[in-house]
């Protein structure tokens, strides 16, 4: 819904921001890592993601795209929810997670507060193939097969599509197609005939 926030920094503090865009002021939860780029800012712009749940919107901020990339992906895997990636981002900085899930650091992982042994090996195990690392520690982007994917899925289960049945089908689309470029449209065009 929105893509990022910038306007004065009316208030910070180590978990919460509140931004003033325009005379309206937004709260977001933010991470430690953060809280330490902006709060000796006057101005600030934060990327946002906005968790939706039955009883709350809850807005979070970030200073870099690519600590709300890494969030995001941190909140597919079963049992970390928003309110742990942040805390996983307030432990350790993006390009630490990043390190700990693509090496297998489990113990670093475990360190966290609120994360178990078998969070952190399942987090290993289900983004350890969609973090990248390169020379400088910073987070790439997904090859472009992987990003594709991703916003296939997204795109299916924003149009009622369980998950799981939208992975299933995605999957046999892309190994029938083997060795096809295709789009992001191409693949849930595919996929809407599969299910």
């Known amino acids: 819904m929105y893509a990022y926030l910038k306007g004065t920094l009316a208030s910070c503090t180590p978990t919460q921001a509140i931004i003033d865009v325009a005379g309206v002021g937004y709260a977001l939860h933010i991470s430690l890592h953060t809280y330490e780029k902006i ?11 906005l968790w939706v749940k039955d009883d709350a919107l809850t807005l979070f901020g970030f200073a870099e795209a690519e600590e709300k990339a890494i969030f995001e992906l941190m909140i597919t895997v079963s049992g ?13 900085s993006p390009a630490e997670v990043v390190g700990a899930i693509s090496t297998g650091n489990v113990p670093l992982l475990k360190s966290v507060k609120g994360i178990g042994a078998k969070t952190a090996q399942r987090m290993v195990l289900e ?10 520690g910073s987070i790439q982007n997904m090859p472009a097969a992987q990003q594709h994917k991703e916003e296939a899925i997204s795109a299916l289960t924003m149009l009622g599509f369980a998950r799981n049945a939208a992975e299933k089908a995605l999957a046999n689309v892309i190994k029938e197609n083997a060795g096809e470029d295709l789009s992001v449209e191409k693949l849930i065009k595919l996929t809407l005939k599969a299910i």
């Open 39 to 49: 709060s000796k800012s006057k101005e600030a712009q934060l990327f946002t993601y």
């Open 127 to 136: 983004l350890q193939d969609k973090v990248l690392k390169d020379s400088n």
């Open 80 to 92: 970390v929810g928003p309110n742990i990636a942040r805390t996983v981002l307030s432990t350790l």
